[in-house]
């Protein structure tokens, strides 16, 4: 079984930043993308960004773009999320998944997800 844990969510005024965290564990896996979803208060889960590992490309969702940065923290298993200039409409449970496949938008496109953790921007 593989597990996947983030860290690094918490409470931030607006316009601050927050990097978050996430590792895969478990038995042998060898991801060839990761990628972040957030579920905001009464919202449905959306993309966030991803990451492909054999090029390093990464893709975002427009509502982020110029603000959140997806990177690798040493291994195909390891990603960070880092995130700036924050909005309270970015409020919501940020979750972290993993793909044998590329990169992708879609949910269904990764195998493996964590339990995520909160992130929550006051205004």
């Known amino acids: 079984q593989v597990q996947l844990r983030e860290s690094g969510g918490g409470l931030v005024q607006a316009g601050g930043s927050l990097r978050l965290f996430c590792e895969a564990s478990g038995r042998t896996f060898r991801s060839n993308s990761m990628g972040w979803f957030r579920q905001g208060p009464g919202k449905e889960r959306e993309f966030v960004g991803a990451?492909?590992?054999?090029?390093?490309?990464?893709i975002y969702a427009d509502s982020v773009k110029g603000r959140f940065t997806v990177s690798g923290a040493g291994g195909r298993n390891t990603v960070f999320l880092q995130m700036n200039n924050l909005k309270p409409e970015d409020t919501a449970v940020y979750y972290c998944a993993a793909s044998r496949h590329d990169a992708s938008p879609q949910q269904r496109g990764y195998d493996y997800w964590g339990q995520g953790t909160q992130v929550t921007v006051s205004s």
């Open positions: 990451i492909a590992w054999y090029n390093g490309d990464t």
